[in-house]
């Protein structure tokens, strides 16, 4: 997603930019770009390539200046083009890097061409740059502030004026952006990341915040245009780009790291004790009489499976809804349930918003489960889990996903021991199963030659099904969207009884049938809906338990997990699903870390 970066200093700053730039990579993008305020007028490099290469143009170019705004684009209004590619102009006066979506763009250009203004790009951000242009009376702050009030949908926005050569003015709703202090210079930022170092403090701007940023200091005021104190907090310094070690891509370092982040996940001590989602929330949870999980993609496929662990140890009523239909949705507000929300990045613009409207509902007790402690998500909700996934750049969701099924299991068990589900002895079963985990997947990890093997036919087809029962449909669905996302193969999932329903249609030779079968209660079941697929000549490719009576045979593959895993099973099972997409999209040579058309953090709608 589009990411921002704004800087005002004695020194140049196009190096602070550019880096801030690299270190947004990671989020995705398709264009970039950066411009600097000089007295003629700004004046901007761009590129359709990668930031390397907007680096090679400015250095070649000797591009400097100290006062400056860059961006990473991903395209919504127009194609990735460099015409459409940030900053965007205003009549050679005014610049604007923007992260978002205005719905009311095309309602805008036509005022604003009747005004005389000319639209070169196709973005919707050319009509910011010439609202703020039409307003401007010698007060970049005060035109933007104006500006602002006049955009309908989501956006965070840097901006500067040929004749205020030492102001970056930002804006934010629905979008992030922070502020960084720092010693001879301030900055903006979609994230404190891109900033770390040069600022030694960030605060984060809160919704419809203006900021105006200057060599003397950083000016804020709320939508209302009150004058307002945002808390600045000491930002890490940045630990410098994530190294690959011996692996080829992030997502397969981050596939082998599992272990590693499940097991600094885990509580040290009291595992299942409320207090690890906050002060207040063994008060919380003695009052909810339901829980409403809201989450995007790999998220809520966590979601459908702690639904299962919540209504089967904790017995609570559990519904799982998918942030971006939520939120448009006329639903029947419960006070009285728990609204968990489930995000790495804590970012997400959907789940946000469906957060904010369950809030908006009554609905107050809320939960994040997510990755980025200083996020705006966890910001925003009562209580909290976090994973201690690390920083995932892959853009296919692996570490945080499973490190998200063990924080929402320690939840599902905590609750279950607050409502006298679960005895001393499940809890000391169930805490034992936890520890072991990370030495389970070491054993999982170490299947990998043989999916490797099955990779290289999986390269060869364009469609593939993935069939799971109960707690191990959701990891079909994930196994389904880790091979689309970064294959490029048509994946669906199903649970395997709804077969017969429709999908057996699909199914011939060619079609290759991915099949998560644990030994639990379902295996039967799953055998006879196998028995259905082998019938129609697919070609069935089983991930079984090592106690699974399953052998291989013609049109039958078989891989054996090491161990049985019972209620825990999913968090093993979705490994060799993450492996097989991985390889599959390595022999198909796509772009695994930056699949196309996809962004890390989806911070518009
Ligand atoms: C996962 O592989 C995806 N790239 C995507 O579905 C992701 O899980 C989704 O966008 C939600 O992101 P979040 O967890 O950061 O909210």
């Known amino acids: 997603m589009c990411g921002i970066v704004g800087a005002v200093a004695q020194r140049n700053i196009v190096p602070v930019l550019i880096e801030g730039l690299r270190r947004l990579e990671y989020r995705g993008y398709d264009s970039c770009g950066v411009a600097i305020v000089t007295a003629a007028g700004p004046q901007r490099m761009r590129s359709v390539a990668r930031v390397a290469e907007l680096e090679?143009?400015?250095?070649?170019?000797?591009?400097?200046?100290?006062?400056?705004?860059?961006?990473?684009?991903?395209?919504?209004?127009?194609?990735?083009?460099?015409?459409?590619?940030?900053?965007?102009?205003?009549?050679?006066?005014?610049?604007?890097?923007?992260?978002?979506?205005?719905?009311?763009?095309?309602?805008?250009?036509?005022?604003?061409?009747?005004?005389?203004?000319?639209?070169?790009?196709?973005?919707?951000?050319?009509?910011?740059?010439?609202?703020?242009?039409?307003?401007?009376?010698?007060?970049?702050?005060?035109?933007?502030?104006?500006?602002?009030?006049?955009?309908?949908?989501?956006?965070?926005?840097?901006?500067?004026?040929?004749d205020q050569p030492h102001t970056v003015v930002g804006a934010r709703a629905g979008s992030p952006l922070v502020?960084?202090?720092?010693?001879?210079?301030?900055?903006?930022?979609?994230?404190?990341?891109?900033?770390?170092?040069?600022?030694?403090?960030?605060?984060?701007?809160?919704?419809?915040?203006?900021?105006?940023?200057?060599?003397?200091?950083?000016?804020?005021?709320?939508?209302?245009?009150?004058?307002?104190?945002?808390?600045a907090r000491d930002v890490q310094a940045y630990s410098g780009a994530v190294e690959l070690g011996p692996y080829r891509h992030y997502m397969q370092k981050e596939i082998f790291e599992q272990p590693r982040a499940i097991s600094d996940t885990i509580p040290a001590d009291a595992a299942f004790d409320p207090v690890q989602f906050g002060d207040t929330a063994a008060e919380v949870f003695r009052g909810i009489d339901s829980i409403l999980i809201l989450a995007c993609g790999t998220s809520y496929y966590a979601g459908l499976t702690a639904k299962y662990w919540l209504e089967s140890v904790a017995k609570i009523r559990t519904e799982v809804e998918i942030a971006s239909e939520y939120r448009y949705r006329e639903s029947v507000p419960n006070p009285r349930a728990l609204v968990v929300t489930i995000s790495q990045s804590g970012e997400t613009a959907d789940t946000l918003a469906a957060l904010k409207h369950a809030q908006s509902?009554?609905?107050?007790?809320?939960?994040?489960?997510?990755?980025?402690?200083?996020?705006?998500?966890?910001?925003?909700?009562?209580?909290?889990?976090?994973?201690?996934?690390?920083?995932?750049?892959?853009?296919?969701?692996?570490?945080?996903?499973?490190?998200?099924?063990?924080?929402?299991?320690?939840?599902?068990?905590?609750?279950?021991?607050?409502?006298?589900?679960?005895?001393?002895?499940?809890e000391d079963a169930y805490l034992k199963a936890l520890r072991h985990l990370p030495a389970a997947l070491n054993g999982v990890l170490a299947l990998e030659p043989q999916i490797i093997a099955w990779s290289q036919e999986f390269a060869r087809k364009e469609n593939a099904l993935f069939l799971g029962r109960g707690l191990h449909y959701p990891i079909a669905l994930e196994g389904a969207l880790k091979l689309k996302e970064i294959s490029y193969i048509h994946a669906?999932?199903?649970?395997?009884?709804?077969?017969?329903?429709?999908?057996?249609?699909?199914?011939?030779?060619?079609?290759?049938?991915?099949?998560?079968?644990?030994?639990?209660?379902?295996?039967?079941?799953?055998?006879?809906?196998?028995?259905?697929?082998?019938?129609?000549?697919?070609?069935?490719?089983?991930?079984?338990?090592?106690?699974?009576?399953?052998?291989s045979e013609e049109g039958i593959h078989v891989i054996r997990m090491?161990?049985?895993?019972?209620?825990?099973?999913?968090?093993?099972?979705?490994?060799?699903?993450?492996?097989?997409?991985?390889?599959?999209?390595?022999?198909?040579?796509?772009?695994?870390?930056?699949?196309?058309?996809?962004?890390?953090?989806?911070?518009?709608?």
């Open 56 to 162: 090679d143009q400015v250095r070649e170019a000797r591009f400097e200046g100290v006062t400056g705004i860059a961006h990473t684009r991903w395209a919504t209004h127009g194609a990735p083009t460099v015409n459409n590619a940030h900053p965007i102009f205003s009549r050679d006066a005014l610049a604007i890097v923007h992260n978002g979506i205005i719905e009311n763009y095309e309602s805008l250009r036509e005022t604003l061409r009747g005004k005389g203004y000319e639209f070169v790009s196709q973005t919707d951000t050319e009509v910011i740059a010439h609202l703020i242009h039409s307003l401007y009376q010698g007060d970049l702050f005060a035109a933007v502030r104006e500006a602002v009030q006049q955009l309908a949908g989501a956006y965070a926005i840097g901006v500067v004026h040929k």
């Open 562 to 605: 090491p161990e049985h895993y019972g209620l825990l099973s999913p968090i093993l099972h979705v490994v060799p699903l993450q492996l097989l997409a991985y390889h599959t999209a390595c022999t198909r040579g796509t772009d695994v870390d930056k699949p196309r058309n996809l962004a890390k953090s989806v911070t518009v709608e």
């Open 361 to 426: 509902l009554g609905m107050e007790q809320t939960l994040a489960v997510c990755n980025v402690a200083t996020s705006a998500m966890v910001r925003l909700t009562s209580l909290r889990f976090l994973t201690h996934a690390g920083r995932e750049i892959g853009v296919a969701s692996t570490k945080a996903f499973t490190t998200q099924l063990v924080g929402l299991f320690i939840l599902a068990v905590t609750l279950g021991k607050l409502r006298g589900h679960v005895s001393a002895q499940q």
């Open 179 to 231: 502020v960084g202090h720092g010693e001879g210079g301030n900055f903006i930022a979609s994230d404190a990341l891109a900033i770390a170092g040069s600022a030694k403090s960030i605060s984060y701007l809160e919704e419809g915040d203006v900021c105006e940023v200057t060599l003397e200091g950083v000016r804020i005021v709320d939508r209302a245009g009150n004058p307002a104190e945002r808390v």
């Open 492 to 551: 669906e999932a199903y649970p395997a009884g709804e077969l017969k329903h429709g999908p057996l249609a699909l199914v011939t030779e060619a079609m290759p049938v991915v099949t998560v079968a644990p030994n639990d209660a379902l295996l039967e079941k799953l055998k006879s809906n196998m028995q259905e697929v082998r019938a129609r000549g697919g070609e069935l490719y089983v991930f079984a338990d090592a106690d699974t009576h399953i052998a």
